[in-house]
């Protein structure tokens, strides 16, 4: 049973064209499964989870001039998971992705009941699925931003099962990491960090510039080396990269205390620090996939 919904979870359909991200449907479940864990199940109605799932996907989701939680709360279903109701209790799905359709019909949502009894049943089977939904859509440097945001805890003693849907999932490759702190020779591309302790590099990180769970390769041109902070913030849409090989800095982010200012305000129009002679730079077509899928812009002026 627990292989069963961990396959459906597996086989969610998202829209992915060309690169473009659809985290929809798992920011949804997401966002169901804090409610699960926090002891809240059952139906919820669009109204109370329109909001939430809106600024999720404004703010884990490819910016866009708006955003829609209307479309997975109505196209979840397809995947076996989710079941849409309206206020009487009859099958919503014949109401199309209208907001103002879905508010007025008092339409409701909920897990499918047996998925969510298997849920409430095995705690461990829960958190399986939120790290399933995490790995295949986020890169781990979100993830507990992610958890936090959904009211999720994603500790458990039991170990993660083994696929068995007969696809092979993608894997961070190992030497990704030290073929790219090679390439920057172990100096954050941002800021210039090189910190060791007891000779090994130590708040150094290969950040994929591209996800490597979006289709990104582990290969040197889709890398940096980023300290901690920086990489967080380049996965957050905080920092991007300019097409002059410069640091771009988005114009939401505020910062006003002095080492917000010096780590992140200062670096807008700072030149990217290059990698060896010899080794590939970030790959225009990898550069440009995160300014449209991950980056918040507009960018700021230079500092």
Request: aromatic share 6%; charged share 20%; hydrophobic share 45%.
């Amino acid at each position: 049973m627990t292989q069963r919904w961990l396959e459906r979870i597996r086989d969610i359909r998202t829209w992915v064209r060309e690169g473009q991200r659809a985290p929809h449907k798992p920011l949804l479940l997401l966002w169901m499964l804090g409610r699960v864990q926090a002891g809240r199940t059952g139906p919820v109605t669009f109204a109370e989870l329109e909001e939430p799932v809106r600024g999720l996907l404004r703010d884990f989701g490819p910016p866009r001039a708006s955003y829609h939680p209307e479309f997975p709360f109505h196209h979840l279903t397809s995947d076996g998971l989710w079941i849409i109701t309206d206020a009487a209790g009859a099958d919503a799905r014949v109401l199309d992705t209208s907001v103002t359709r879905l508010r007025a019909a008092g339409a409701m949502g909920r897990l499918e009941p047996a998925f969510e009894e298997a849920l409430v049943a095995d705690p461990d089977l829960l958190v399986t699925v939120a790290h399933t939904l995490l790995d295949a859509n986020f890169p781990a440097s979100l993830h507990d931003d992610l958890a936090a945001r959904t009211g999720l805890t994603l500790e458990s003693d039991a170990p993660i099962p083994s696929a068995g849907s007969g696809r092979a999932r993608a894997r961070r490759d190992p030497a990704f990491r030290s073929a790219v702190l090679v390439a920057y020779e172990y100096r954050c591309a941002m800021c210039g960090f090189d910190g060791w302790l007891a000779g090994e590099a130590v708040g150094l990180e290969a950040a994929h510039v591209r996800w490597w769970n979006i289709g990104g390769p582990n290969t040197v041109d889709n890398g940096l080396a980023l300290c901690a902070l920086h990489h967080r913030l380049l996965d957050r849409g905080v920092l991007g990269l300019g097409d002059d090989g410069t640091v771009m800095v988005s114009q939401h982010f505020v910062g006003r205390t002095t080492s917000a200012q010096t780590q992140v305000l200062h670096l807008a129009g700072a030149p990217l620090l290059p990698p060896q002679t010899g080794t590939a730079p970030v790959a225009p077509h990898h550069r440009g996939w995160h300014t449209t899928q991950v980056f918040r812009g507009p960018a700021r002026a230079a500092a």
